[in-house]
């Protein structure tokens, strides 16, 4: 399993959100202001154009430290040589993936409850996303909002390393980071921001100040 993974800003791409600007070019001025993982997520898309995307995402990321992620399809995630694969509840599962990719990819999962997150501890895990917080117009049929109280709830009941998902901004560093979780997933704050290197800085030094303010 892997370890030492950097949380902080996990940027999930939205197709219709780069499609102005372009995928590789809206995740590298991410990368440039602060994103520390990057996730493909595309669930309409054929198989093909995910792996023609993140092949491309691959090269564009290469030596930039930064993980790349594939959300759901493990055989795209094998295609493109990516770092690891995020998945549902509902979806493939983790021993499946873990099995497809490998002891050193990374494998994350989303969870909404106290009870997803428990089960998680027992799973070859690398770390969960647990939302979403905030109602979300990138993910319609999600679940319903855990609020920031909810959050912490979750949170506590796993030891595993968490991110929290839906609707955040960069005036919630505060309270996400306060409920426990190591890092922001980010997608319209960054994907939609006229600047999203600027967006992605905005994240970084937040938690930033957060950090340095829980280190006095």
């Known amino acids: 399993m892997n370890r ?41 898309a054929p198989d093909a154009l995910l792996v023609e995307q993140g092949r491309a995402l691959k090269v564009a990321l290469a030596g930039r430290g930064v993980p790349l992620i594939v959300n759901d399809r493990i055989a795209v995630a094998a295609a493109i040589g990516a770092d690891g ?12 993936a873990r099995a497809a990719l490998g002891p050193d990819a990374i494998v994350g999962l989303s969870i909404q409850t106290i009870a997803h997150a428990r089960a998680a501890a027992r799973l070859p895990v690398d770390y969960v996303g647990i939302g979403p917080v905030f109602t ?18 979750v949170r506590a009941a796993t030891p595993l390393p968490a991110v929290a998902i839906g609707g955040l901004t960069a005036d919630h560093v505060r309270g996400v980071l306060g409920a426990g979780c190591d890092g922001l997933a980010i997608v319209s704050a960054i994907c939609a921001a006229d600047d999203p290197q600027a967006a992605s800085a905005a994240f970084r030094r937040a938690i930033g100040r ?5 280190d006095a």
Do not use: F, W
Request: charged fraction near 20%.
């Open 4 to 44: 030492g993974l950097d949380l902080s800003i996990y940027l999930v791409t939205d197709p219709m959100l780069c499609a102005t600007r372009g995928l590789v070019e809206t995740v590298l001025a991410a990368v440039h202001g602060g994103a520390s993982v990057v996730q493909l997520r595309d669930k309409d």
């Open 85 to 96: 694969v995020h998945v549902g509840q509902a979806d493939v599962g983790i021993d499946a």
């Open 136 to 153: 979300t117009a990138t993910k319609p049929d999600h679940a319903a909002p855990l609020g920031l109280n909810g959050l912490a709830r």
């Open 210 to 214: 957060h950090r340095q303010g829980a």
